[in-house]
């Protein structure tokens, strides 16, 4: 599976964006789909992640009520809604696909896959 994460940029606080995560491959649903984020000077941190059949989803708290994590399995693409963006939500964002874990927090050490990132700048 590769993964092409898209839909970065530059927006101003309290401002929105989408991203995608398109993958190759005929067994994109077989995974559990998450995004994580690194922003400058910081470790890689778990963001959401959304079950195969995109039933169940998980949110970091800093995210809770702001980010929608969604999927489409016929395009065997994911996405992320970023809603009243804040510029501590600066950081390069990747995708990421997990054949172990079924549902829940993604772990970034279970991993099967990651996109390339794409870089979301907040400006204040």
């Known amino acids: 599976v590769q993964l092409q994460a898209s839909g970065g940029g530059l927006v101003q606080a309290g401002g929105s964006l989408r991203l995608s995560c398109a993958a190759s491959?005929?067994?994109?649903?077989?995974?559990?789909m998450g995004w994580f984020r690194q922003g400058p000077g910081k470790e890689r941190e778990f963001v959401a992640s959304?079950?195969?059949?995109?039933?169940?989803?998980s949110y970091a708290d800093s995210v809770k009520g702001r980010f929608t994590i969604s999927r489409d399995n016929a395009k065997k693409t994911a996405y992320l809604q970023m809603n009243s963006l804040k510029p501590e939500d600066t950081a390069v964002y990747y995708c990421?696909?997990?054949?172990?874990?079924?549902?829940?927090?993604?772990?970034?050490?279970?991993?099967?896959?990651w996109g390339q990132g794409t870089l979301v700048t907040v400006s204040s």
């Open positions: 959304i079950s195969r059949r995109g039933i169940t989803t």
């Open positions: 491959g005929r067994t994109f649903s077989t995974y559990l």
């Open positions: 990421a696909a997990d054949s172990r874990t079924s549902l829940g927090e993604m772990a970034p050490g279970s991993a099967d896959y």
